[in-house]
Each structure stands twice: as structure tokens, then as C-alpha cells.
């Protein structure tokens, strides 16, 4: 008899589920989460609120620094985006995640209606960007961009890299007015640290200069 | 005069404010407002704390009109409550006008939310009893929602959330006409028994005739003096088109028809039949 047990390979996969980095990408960790713990030290009225995704959103750092300004919103995304209208309307300014599929299909008309027809400063951090998931089509958020800039008055940021992110936080915070946001969350890759660049909320930065093509790229 | 005298004098007011507005655009839900007038006069001339000429005093008590469509039993109690001057009715419904027909937080000072999107208040309400009690506000939530309202999930969603968060600060109360757009509300999605609902879902839970003010004005009473870390709910049934039996006896749906004549007859009656 033949002992040898012949040793199957291991399947590749896309799958992402804690990180979108390569092996060996340079990356820092939870870059959204860390960001806001420190704009929120010292500024009382940020609050933090989750349909259930605050681990898989870095908005648990959040809740760790800040217990009484952490509110779990429970698996309801609708709810979420109305009690974030409710607390805007109080003058707090609510970080409401989730992620983007979810946020965006599931509550859109509370985000139209409650969140953006009156200006309200919510700042929506929707994680699980395009196609950026393990999960599948039912996690790919591929419209929530088309469809959050279909609503007036909502600012919409995607931000590219852990760099970007963590300067995106303060801009949006102090920002008077809606704001949905596209978030990595984990270990989030670090590229732009190698350009000359700075985020500044509204504005396009030229990264790298030439005569040839121009091209436009959207985050992720 | 008594309290209760004084409250329905009120009511009265604000059903006559109501047909008038109706009667400026021939049209209007103008059935609800009559039904409802008792639980917001109830509101506005009793229970409720607010400042009529600074509707955006902080330490005022919310009152979120989640069915957009009442709005003109809103601004008719607004009127009464002194927050909307009587002038500003005949331009109800009209281009420019601060009194559009569902209503709109970005319009009318009073109104703390746009309505309209059925379903959107309690959730609402939620976040503002958790934002007024982190920062130590001592207002209450008042959410004022149809009995169709109750076929949303985000409702109950709220009603849930309500609850775990313990918001003492938050009443709810709903209007039990059992009319919805397509018609009575127990055939279009039953939703009794709906005190129990309430109660499996964590709630303090009155049913009250809506109509009748001794009993309204004790559930508010009791709702804001209940001492419990709990969100409570006034169920009030009540009559469309009620103090106009012409009104009330025609046949129901979500819009009553009113003939141009009768809009003056409607006045008429309620007139004739005015509170002492």
C-alpha cells in the first residue's frame, strides 16, 4: 500500500474579511475608529451610533473611550437612521455605521428624507465599500455611491487609504451637514503617505503629474 | 371655567381652524383634524411645555407629527397654541406659503419634523429622547402617528429600541381611526390586539376613547407622571369627522369628500354645538 497522502493545494480566494491589504502592503490599523476617538476627546457633542457593526466598523474604539456616547442601535438600519436625524436634531453630531449595502438600500428613504432634506449634521460611515467584501453579492455595496449623490445636499466622501481616512474624520465632523462616508475598516492599506498630498474635504488633488493621460480615480 | 371646560373650548377652536383651512383649498384631511382635535388640544393647552414665540427654545417638549398628512390638525393646534399666527391659515396649501399640506420642519416654526414617508417618526423620536437625555434635558418626546403607521416596520423597529434604552422620556401616541388608503385599517393589516403588542414589546400602554377629554387628559397625566424607566403609548380611538355628524356618519376612507356648501354648514354646526 501506498502511505502517501498527497497533499491537495490550497484554493485562492479574493475573499476579504478583516483587511483588503496585500501580503506585505504597508498598512495601519483602524484608521477611522482611532481618528474619531481623538477628534471626539475633545469635542462632547460627537456621538457614535451602530446597527450592530461597531466591531466591523472600528467604531468600537469609540465605545471603549467614550461608553456614555456610544449608542447600539441593535440589526436596524432604518431605525438607525432616523434616531441619527433625532439626535442631530438635539445638536449632537451622530457618527452612524453600518455597512454600505445596508445603510444605503435598506434606509435610504430615512437618509433622504429625515437625515438630508433638512440638513441634518449626521455623519454616515458606511464600511464594505464596491466590492471590498468576502461575502458576496449580497455584502458588494456597488450602487451606494451613485446613490447617495443622487441626494441633495449630502456630501459624499470615499476616501482611499488609511491616510485619507484619518484626515477625512475631522474635516467631515466639522463639516455643517450630512455626510456619507465610504470606510475601510481593519488593517487598512497606506499609499498616499508617498505623495505630497493632504485631504481637504471637497477638493481634488493632482497626485502625479504627465503629459499622456489623465485620469480620475475614485478611491478604491 | 375648569381645566377640562378650558380644553374643550379648545378643541373646538381647533376643529374650526381645521374646516376653515379646508375650506381655502376645497380639500384637506380635514376628517382626521376633527378627530383628533381632543388628543392635540389635550396636548397643546395642558400637557405639553413650550414657549409660543420661541418654538426653538431648548428645554421645550417635542411634539413630532410622524403622519405628514395631518398637518392641518397640527396648524390648527398650533394656531390655538399661539406658535402660528390665525392670519397664516387662509394660505394653507398654497404656493409660498408656510402651511404646506404635509408637513415640513424646513417650513413651519413649530413643526419639528417632515412627515409625509410614513413610519419616520418614532425612529426619530428615539434619537431625540436619547439626545435630550444625555445632555440632561428633562423634555419629553411626544410622537404623534396614524394607526396605518403601525403596518411600518421601522416602527416597531423604534418600538423595540424604546424600550432597551429604557426612555421614560418618549410618549407615542396614536390615532386609532381604523381608516387607511385603502380602507379600514383591520382589513388592510390587522393589528390587534394592539395594547398587547405594545405591552410584549416593553411599553407602559394606555387605550383611551379619544374623544372623550376626561379620559385623554388622564392618560397624559399618567404618561408624564409614571415614574417608570419605560416608553409609554396612548392608543386613542377616535371618530373621523367627529362634532360634524354629517361628517362623521358619511362614508369612510382615508378622505372625506366635503361639498363647497358644506364647509360653512360644518361651521355652522360646530358653532351650534361650542363647549361651555
Not at chain 2, 9 to 23: C, L, T
Not at chain 2, 46 to 53: I, K, Q
Not at chain 2, 84 to 102: A, C, N
Not at chain 2, 191 to 200: G, Q, R, T, V
Request: one cysteine or more.
Amino acid at each position: 500500500m501506498n502511505a502517501t497522502v498527497e497533499k491537495k493545494p490550497r484554493l485562492t480566494t479574493s475573499a476579504m474579511i478583516a483587511s483588503i491589504a496585500s501580503e506585505g502592503q504597508r498598512v495601519k490599523a483602524a484608521p477611522f475608529g482611532k481618528a474619531l476617538v481623538e477628534y471626539a476627546a475633545s469635542h462632547p457633542e460627537v456621538v457614535g451610533m451602530t446597527a450592530d457593526l461597531a466591531k466591523y466598523t472600528d467604531l468600537h474604539l469609540f465605545g471603549q473611550a467614550y461608553p456614555d456616547r456610544f449608542f447600539q442601535m441593535g440589526m436596524a438600519e432604518q431605525l438607525l437612521m432616523g434616531a441619527a436625524g433625532g439626535m442631530a436634531k438635539t445638536g449632537l453630531v451622530p457618527f452612524a455605521t453600518t455597512y454600505a449595502v445596508f445603510g444605503t438600500r435598506r434606509a435610504y428613504d430615512f437618509i433622504h428624507q429625515v437625515i438630508a432634506e433638512e440638513n441634518l449634521n449626521v455623519k454616515i460611515c458606511c464600511a464594505l465599500p464596491g466590492l471590498t467584501t468576502g461575502y458576496g453579492p449580497s455584502h458588494q455595496a456597488t450602487e451606494d455611491l451613485a446613490m447617495m449623490r443622487a441626494i441633495p445636499g449630502l456630501t459624499v466622501v470615499d476616501p482611499c487609504d488609511a491616510l485619507d481616512i484619518e484626515q477625512a474624520v475631522p474635516q467631515i465632523a466639522a463639516h455643517n451637514g450630512p455626510v456619507y462616508m465610504r470606510l475601510l475598516r481593519g488593517n487598512v492599506p497606506l499609499v498616499l503617505d508617498e505623495y505630497n498630498y493632504t485631504f481637504e474635504l471637497g477638493k481634488a488633488k493632482l497626485l502625479r503629474d504627465g503629459a499622456d493621460v489623465l485620469g480620475f480615480p475614485v478611491a478604491s | 371655567m375648569n381645566k377640562l371646560q378650558e380644553i374643550a373650548q379648545s378643541a373646538h377652536r381647533i376643529r374650526r381652524y381645521a374646516v376653515r383651512m379646508g375650506e381655502v383649498q376645497g380639500q384637506g384631511y380635514v376628517g382626521q383634524a376633527l378627530g383628533y382635535a381632543d388628543v392635540l388640544a389635550t396636548a397643546y393647552t395642558h400637557a405639553m411645555t413650550f414657549r409660543p414665540n420661541e418654538p426653538e427654545w431648548a428645554g421645550r417638549d417635542r411634539f413630532l407629527l410622524s403622519h405628514g398628512h395631518y398637518a392641518i390638525a397640527h396648524y390648527a393646534a398650533m394656531i390655538e397654541a399661539g406658535i402660528i399666527p390665525e392670519s397664516e391659515l387662509e394660505t394653507y396649501g398654497s404656493d409660498d406659503s408656510r402651511l404646506p399640506m404635509s408637513g415640513m420642519a424646513t417650513y413651519t416654526p413649530g413643526m419639528e419634523m417632515s412627515g409625509g414617508s410614513l413610519g419616520q417618526g418614532l425612529p426619530i423620536a428615539v434619537g431625540m429622547a436619547l439626545g435630550l437625555r444625555h445632555q440632561g434635558n428633562p423634555a419629553f418626546v411626544y410622537n404623534s402617528m396614524s394607526d396605518g403607521e403601525l403596518d411600518e416596520g421601522s416602527t416597531w423597529e423604534a418600538a423595540m429600541s424604546a424600550a432597551h434604552h429604557g426612555l421614560g422620556n418618549l410618549i407615542c401616541m396614536v390615532d386609532i381611526n381604523n381608516q387607511q388608503a385603502d380602507g379600514p385599517s383591520t382589513k388592510v393589516l390587522g393589528f390587534e390586539p394592539l395594547a398587547d403588542k405594545w405591552a410584549s414589546f416593553g411599553w407602559h400602554v394606555q387605550r383611551v376613547d379619544g374623544n372623550y377629554l376626561p379620559a385623554v387628559v388622564r392618560a397624559f397625566d399618567t404618561a408624564r407622571q409614571l415614574p417608570d424607566a419605560k416608553p409609554r403609548v396612548i392608543l386613542c380611538d377616535t371618530l373621523m369627522g367627529k362634532g360634524v355628524p354629517f361628517l362623521e356618519a358619511r362614508e369612510k376612507n382615508h378622505f372625506i369628500r366635503v361639498d363647497p356648501p358644506e364647509w360653512q354648514q360644518a361651521l355652522d354646526i360646530l358653532d351650534a354645538t361650542r363647549p361651555e
